[in-house]
Nanobody
């Protein structure tokens, strides 16, 4: 089992950047695929980005491709989401996800608000 704690959210203006971090507990972090999801008010949770356990493969939602970058540091048990050129439509609660053998774990979420 893994526990996830997100940080780095906040209130920014359109065009600004933020970096989210997700710190994971446990000694098996390097075996988990990691991802970021987000949920805006009144909307369903949606996929943002994911990274393979080894860090050599990433994937992104079309809406963030070219602006967001997911990365991980297995030595620090941490996954990051670098968000550039933020838009008001990026406003949401961002959740960290860990997946291994079909089992999902979630963090508590961190709020990102982008003002126009």
């Amino acid at each position: 089992q893994v526990q996830l704690v997100e940080s780095g959210g906040g209130l920014v203006q359109a065009g600004d950047s933020l970096r989210l971090s997700c710190a994971a507990s446990g000694r098996t972090f390097g075996t988990y695929a990691m991802g970021w999801f987000r949920q805006a008010p009144g909307k369903e949770r949606e996929f943002v980005a994911a990274i393979r356990w080894s860090g050599d493969t990433t994937s992104y939602a079309d809406s963030v491709k070219g602006r967001f970058t997911i990365s991980r540091d297995n030595a620090k048990n941490t996954v990051y989401l670098q968000m550039n050129s933020l838009k008001p439509e990026d406003t949401a609660v961002y959740y960290c996800n860990a997946n291994r053998l079909g089992v999902d774990y979630w963090g508590q979420g961190t709020q990102v608000t982008v003002s126009s």
